[in-house]
């Protein structure tokens, strides 16, 4: 077997490149001749699989949100039972995610402050915010609260911040402030 059969598929790697060059260091920093180079492909591959940046930006958000939600979606069920429980775990899963070496924010808030909440990364951005607020929205509503849209709504605030703090500040416990916040926000329903 030559090397070449051992590395991922072409595609898989300019997202592979992506997410890690984007992430860490912004999407107008990096240059298309840059995640080419690293992903060892030929520009006619980009431009044959996404078409230009612009759509490999939209699949590295795609593929963080669907990384994202199948991993909320598969460790909620064990980690409480209630329905209001799960939702204060989704505050300890984002401190788990702060903790990690490499941790630089959301990469929702990110791109939307980097290239702003139009044109060709809206449709993502907006998806991905839904799939937030429908989450809680609707582990309130199992959870019998009053109000479940108005509480998501505020509770994807505390969520939103908390990311942001744990960024600037450098510190995961802003996940810790933000789950207490949540849970007197419920209970005080």
């Not at 898989?12 to 492909?41: C, K, M, P, S």
């Amino acid at each position: 077997m030559n090397t070449t059969e051992r590395r991922p598929p072409v595609r898989e790697r300019l997202l592979q490149t992506a997410d890690r060059l984007f992430y860490a260091e912004g999407i107008h920093a990096v240059g298309i001749d840059r995640i080419l180079a690293e992903a060892r492909v030929a520009k006619a591959s980009l431009y044959g699989h996404f078409g230009g940046k612009d759509a490999l930006v939209e699949a590295y958000l795609d593929g963080r949100s669907t990384g994202w939600r199948a991993h909320v979606e598969a460790e909620l069920p064990g980690r409480a039972t209630e329905p209001a429980e799960r939702l204060l775990a989704v505050f300890d899963m984002l401190g788990e995610w702060f903790a990690e070496p490499g941790y630089r924010g959301c990469p929702f808030i990110n791109v939307g402050a980097e290239c702003g909440t139009e044109g060709s990364v809206a449709a993502v951005l907006d998806r991905h915010r839904a799939w937030v607020r429908d989450l809680f929205a609707g582990l309130l509503t199992e959870a019998g609260h009053p109000r479940p849209a108005a509480t998501a709504r505020q509770l994807s605030l505390l969520y939103d911040g908390a990311m942001v703090a744990a960024q600037l500040d450098g510190d995961p416990s802003a996940a810790v402030d933000a789950r207490d916040a949540a849970r007197r926000l419920v209970e005080g329903a």
